[in-house]
C-alpha cells in the first residue's frame, strides 16, 4: 500500500492497521490489553467515535474482545483448524473416534444443546436427500462449545427410515457417531460432498454463537452418500468464522 493510498484510507482503518501489525508482530501477545479509547484518542489525535471504531474493527476481525469494565484484549482463543478431509476418513470414525476430534487435538469439545426429533422434507431437503416431499425425516440439532466459547451450529437430516428404533434417533448415537451407525445399519458413508459460503449470521446465530457484531459465519453443507451412490444425511453446519480455519489437504 503506498502513501497516498494509505492518505485516502479512513483514520479509524489506519490506527487498525497499526494495531494489527503490532498484534501480528507480537508486541502485543494473547491476553495482551490493548490501548482504550483514550489512549488511542490521545495518540491519534481523534475523536472518540473514531477510536471505537478502530478497535471494533479488530473485534469483527477476531482478534481482540471486550471485557466489560476491563476494556479490550488481543483474543486468547486458538482457532479450530477443520482438517476436511482425515475428518471424515473411515479410519477415523470407524474406530469409534468422533468426526469432530480430528479438528481439536488435545482440547475438549462439548455439545451443550442437544435436540433430537423429525420433520418432513420439504423441496430443499427433499432434493439434497433424493427423496420425495414430504419425506419424514430424523433431525438432530447441536450446539458445540470449545474453551467456554460456541463455534459451531450442526443441524443433520436423514431419512426416518433409515433411524427409526436406532441409537441415531436418540441423544447419545455411541462410539464413532451417526456414521459408524449407519455402517452398522448397512448404509455405510463411502463418499462426501461439501459446499461452503459465507454470509452475515441472522440474530438467532449471533445470539447462540456470541459472534461480535459485524462477524460472518461459514455455512458448510455436507452430504454423505453410501456406494450406490444413496445419500443418507445432509449435515448443515454454522461456523464462527473467527474461530476457524478450514484445511483441505490432498496430493494432486
Not at 494495531?19 to 484518542?41: K, V, Y
Not at 444413496?230 to 464462527?240: F, G, I, K, R, S
Request: hydrophobic share 40%.
Amino acid at each position: 500500500m503506498t502513501d497516498q493510498d494509505s492518505g485516502r484510507r479512513p483514520k479509524y482503518q489506519r490506527i487498525a492497521d497499526e494495531l494489527r501489525t503490532a498484534i501480528q508482530s507480537g508486541a502485543f501477545a494473547p491476553g495482551d490489553r490493548l490501548p482504550g479509547e483514550n489512549d488511542l484518542m490521545t495518540t491519534y489525535e481523534v475523536a472518540r467515535m473514531t477510536a471505537r471504531q478502530a478497535l471494533s474493527v479488530l473485534r469483527n476481525e477476531g482478534l481482540a474482545e471486550a471485557r466489560k469494565g476491563a476494556g479490550v484484549f488481543v483474543r486468547t482463543f486458538r482457532p479450530l483448524r477443520r482438517r476436511g478431509i482425515p475428518r471424515l476418513a473411515q479410519d477415523h470414525w470407524g474406530t469409534g473416534r468422533s468426526v469432530w476430534s480430528a479438528d481439536i487435538e488435545d482440547r475438549a469439545l462439548v455439545v451443550d444443546q442437544i435436540e433430537v426429533g423429525g420433520t418432513t422434507a420439504d423441496a430443499r431437503l427433499a432434493g439434497a436427500l433424493g427423496l420425495p416431499t414430504g419425506a419424514p425425516l430424523c433431525v438432530r440439532s447441536r450446539r458445540f462449545i470449545l474453551d467456554d466459547k460456541p463455534v459451531l451450529l450442526s443441524v443433520s437430516y436423514l431419512p426416518a427410515a433409515l433411524t427409526e428404533d436406532t441409537p441415531i434417533a436418540t441423544q447419545d448415537t455411541g462410539p464413532g457417531g451417526t456414521y459408524a451407525r449407519l455402517a452398522e445399519l448397512g448404509h455405510q458413508p463411502v463418499h462426501f460432498r461439501e459446499e461452503i459460503r459465507c454470509r452475515m449470521p441472522t440474530a438467532d446465530e449471533s445470539e447462540r454463537l456470541a459472534l461480535e457484531f459485524g462477524t460472518p459465519v461459514i455455512l458448510i453443507a455436507r452430504t454423505a452418500f453410501t456406494e450406490k451412490g444413496v445419500a443418507v444425511e445432509l449435515n448443515e453446519m454454522t461456523l464462527d468464522s473467527a474461530s476457524y480455519v478450514l484445511e483441505y489437504d490432498f496430493d494432486a
